[in-house]
């Protein structure tokens, strides 16, 4: 912990993630005793920047044309954009990045960038492909809260290139925002599953909600659609992003989806009580198998 509140981090990207992570580096390593370390942040919204530095949330803003001076100064890098823009970031700023840095993402899908990687990787600077599995259903600053990630997953995925010792940092660093647990993987095993556990989720919310017959279906409802739709209060231009980058894997998912339901429907079709009630049991006992992650209300 000590090293992490001697560092300089750089934020780019102030929405919602990287508002939570600044929020959340400054509650739980810098204000801490002994603290020297500063938090500098780069965005396009002058608003978003003054509301953050008169906070206390960060101590220096940069528009994006004062980028590179930025990151000429930081220890530790968090890139909070969308995924093509993350990769547009790297590769126009690859140059600027202070000798010895740590560099890291949270985009939603990783194969587009591990393919496109050797376009942004520096020999002295250590580019670690992460995701933080947290965070709000609406978008932007004013949305954004530290305590998101508390009892949270975090995915790596460390590369033939990545030091020890940065691992080491991101992962005590990773601890300290409050994460509870991280999971090692490679990109397209967190494509492949991500496309289940985010995207196709993102999918049946919004496909519920346009199926709905009316807007004022909520009178009759007792929480069940409210909980399955909150996430379909969705960043339209994020997502349809998300969903485009990995739609190989989130088009199989897709489709063992419409199988399931099809299976359900045929068993009402019937009036098959015997097999309905054996096909929920079921359900009932593989959810129940599969643990359950406490989540905020957002």
């Given at each position: 912990m000590t090293e992490l509140k001697q560092l300089t981090y750089g934020i780019v990207g102030l929405g919602i993630m990287g508002g939570s992570i600044a929020k959340s580096i400054r509650a739980n390593v810098l204000e801490l005793p002994?603290?020297?370390?500063?938090?500098?942040?780069?965005?396009?919204?002058?608003?978003?920047?003054?509301?953050?530095?008169?906070?206390?949330?960060?101590?220096?803003?940069?528009?994006?044309?004062?980028?590179?001076?930025?990151?000429?100064?930081?220890d530790l890098v968090y890139v909070c954009l969308y995924p093509h823009a993350t990769l547009d970031f790297m590769k126009k700023h690859?140059?600027?990045?202070?000798?010895?840095?740590?560099?890291t993402d949270i985009s939603g899908v990783k194969t587009l960038l591990v393919e496109n990687i050797e376009d942004v990787l520096r020999s002295d600077v250590d580019f670690i492909i992460g995701h933080p599995m947290a965070g709000g259903a609406k978008e932007g600053y004013v949305n954004s809260n530290g305590a998101y990630f508390e009892g949270r997953n975090y995915i790596l995925m460390p590369q033939k290139w990545n030091k020890g010792e940065s691992l080491a940092l991101m992962k005590d660093?990773?601890?300290?925002?409050?994460?509870?647990?991280?999971?090692?993987?490679?990109?397209?095993?967190?494509?492949?599953?991500?496309?289940?556990?985010?995207?196709?989720?993102?999918?049946?919310?919004?496909?519920?909600?346009?199926?709905?017959e009316?807007?004022?279906?909520?009178?009759?409802?007792?929480?069940?659609?409210?909980?399955?739709?909150?996430?379909?209060?969705?960043?339209?231009?994020?997502?349809?992003?998300?969903?485009?980058?990995?739609?190989?894997?989130?088009?199989?998912?897709?489709?063992?989806?419409?199988?399931?339901?099809?299976?359900?429907?045929?068993?009402?079709?019937?009036s098959d009580a015997e097999g309905l009630e054996k096909y929920l049991t079921d359900v009932r006992r593989r959810r129940m198998s599969m643990g359950t992650l406490v989540t905020q209300d957002k």
């Open positions: 002994g603290s020297s370390g500063k938090i500098l942040a780069c965005d396009v919204s002058t608003q978003t920047l003054d509301t953050a530095e008169k906070g206390g949330v960060i101590d220096e803003s940069f528009l994006p044309d004062g980028a590179d001076r930025m990151l000429s100064r930081c690859k140059a600027a990045f202070r000798r010895g840095a740590v560099v660093l990773i601890a300290a925002m409050g994460f509870s647990r991280i999971v090692e993987t490679d990109c397209r095993s967190h494509d492949h599953k991500i496309a289940f556990t985010s995207q196709l989720c993102h999918v049946i919310a919004s496909a519920l909600v346009e199926s709905a009316d807007e004022n279906i909520t009178e009759f409802g007792g929480g069940s659609f409210e909980d399955l739709t909150r996430i379909a209060m969705i960043n339209a231009p994020l997502w349809t992003e998300l969903f485009l980058s990995n739609k190989e894997e989130l088009l199989g998912h897709i489709a063992g989806f419409e199988k399931q339901l099809d299976n359900i429907k045929q068993y009402i079709e019937r």
